[in-house]
């Protein structure tokens, strides 16, 4: 009996150490699928932030019964402590079921990890294909960002300023470096194809910019010359300005000028703004800072353009009255004849004239028979009869622009 008992709790144990070793093997699977799995999952969420939301919240509850296997799993084993001689076969018995039992929970666990990693392969075998593509464009990106470099550093050399490029690239720098340091920098892997081409591009602004300095600098200094040259001849204008407001006073109806009376003032004002934009000018260029004098330039030739523009209104107002002074019925006949070709127009469109043409064109001729009537006096307002025949010929010309709109529908 006492040999039959030894041989019981032999085997016994035998069975017990049997189960223990299959639960530590099934323990280790589970822990290298888990590892594995947790490995693939941050990659996905590295490369697909959103796409791999899902899968994360999938893989943590996997994690949290995997851990529960695995707690079980220690307690069974400090329970169960076979190398004490003093265990009864009973105990064995018991220590072997307990590690059966907790075999299932960790094999189950390794099944759901593998389960998980099936599901997400295809995903991330597309995401991992689409790296080279990521890899090709952020080389492309730094080799951009290296001959801005070389554009920026040739400038300084050469006693240009190409801050402005500078600032520029300064953003591609960081870009590239928030991806390279960081893998993706938490951007997704459609984000990082993104910042590489935004990086790119950037660079390639910056790398032109500085390249463009030398040309800058002498576009700048010819248009300098162009621009003084301008505010002379744009001074030049200020008599002639006067002389005609003078006659404008003098020899016509305060309605005629009134509009016109600040030119003068305005013509002075503008030409001193000019100059002082170009000694602004002046002064950025002798510090290399070529885009701040091409802004100045760009300032003082809008200031002469528009006090050129206002002078010409001056001159060309006392031409008008002048003419229409000399011969009132001429600017009259413009007008007239406007409005009979838009009346011979109307009258050859399918099926006659429209009414609503003959009407606006009735009013037109009503209106020219009248324009003339203000016409009295020492100093008649020209100024509103011309503006009144102008008008007349402006909505002449729309409703032969209606007409032809008309017959192109149909």
């Known amino acids: 009996m006492q040999r039959s008992g030894r041989g019981r709790g032999a085997q016994a144990l035998a069975a017990a150490t049997a189960a223990k070793d299959a639960a530590a093997n099934a323990f280790y699977e589970m822990d290298q699928a888990q590892r594995y799995v ?50 009864t076969p009973a105990e064995y018995d018991a220590a072997e079921r307990a590690f059966a039992t907790v075999i299932g929970r960790l094999v189950e666990a390794t099944a759901r990890f593998n389960d998980c990693a099936e599901r997400i392969t295809p995903q991330l075998a597309r995401l991992e294909a689409s790296l080279d593509r990521l890899a090709a464009r952020l080389t492309a990106a730094r080799e951009v960002v290296a001959a801005a470099e070389a554009a920026i550093a040739a400038a300084r050399t050469a006693g240009m300023d190409p801050s402005g490029p500078e600032e520029d690239l300064a953003p591609a720098r960081e870009s590239l470096a928030r991806v390279g340091s960081q893998g993706l920098g938490g951007l997704g892997l459609t984000g990082a194809l993104d910042v590489a081409e935004r990086a790119r591009e950037t660079a390639e602004r910056a790398r032109d910019a500085a390249l463009e300095l030398p040309q800058l600098a002498g576009n700048i200094q010819r248009s300098l010359v162009a621009v003084r040259t301008r505010v002379e001849v744009v001074a030049g204008r200020l008599g002639p300005v006067e002389s005609a407001m003078s006659q404008l006073r003098r020899r016509y109806s305060t309605a005629c000028w009134q509009d016109l009376k600040d030119v003068p003032a305005t013509l002075r004002a503008a030409v001193a703004r000019a100059r002082e934009r170009l000694a602004e000018a002046e002064a950025y260029t002798g510090r290399h800072e070529w885009r701040a004098a091409q802004q100045a330039v760009t300032s003082a030739r809008t200031e002469l353009t528009a006090a050129d523009r206002r002078a010409g209104q001056v001159t060309g107002r006392l031409a008008d009255l002048d003419a229409a002074a000399k011969d009132p019925a001429k600017p009259a006949e413009a007008a007239r004849f406007a409005v009979r070709d838009a009346q011979r127009l109307a009258t050859v469109q399918p099926g006659g004239p429209a009414p609503g043409h003959v009407r606006m064109l009735d009013t037109l001729i009503a209106r020219l028979d009248s324009a003339g009537k203000g016409l009295t006096g020492p100093h008649p307002d020209y100024w509103a009869y011309l503006s009144e025949l102008e008008a007349i010929k402006t909505v002449a010309a729309d409703v032969v622009a209606r007409i032809r709109s008309e017959r192109a529908g149909h």
């Open 38 to 87: 947790g490995g693939r999952v941050m990659i996905f969420a590295d490369l697909d932030r959103d796409g791999a939301s899902r899968t994360q919240a999938q893989f943590a509850a996997l994690t949290e019964a995997a851990d529960a296997a695995a707690s079980a799993y220690i307690a069974i084993v400090d329970a169960h402590d076979l190398n004490d001689p003093n265990r």
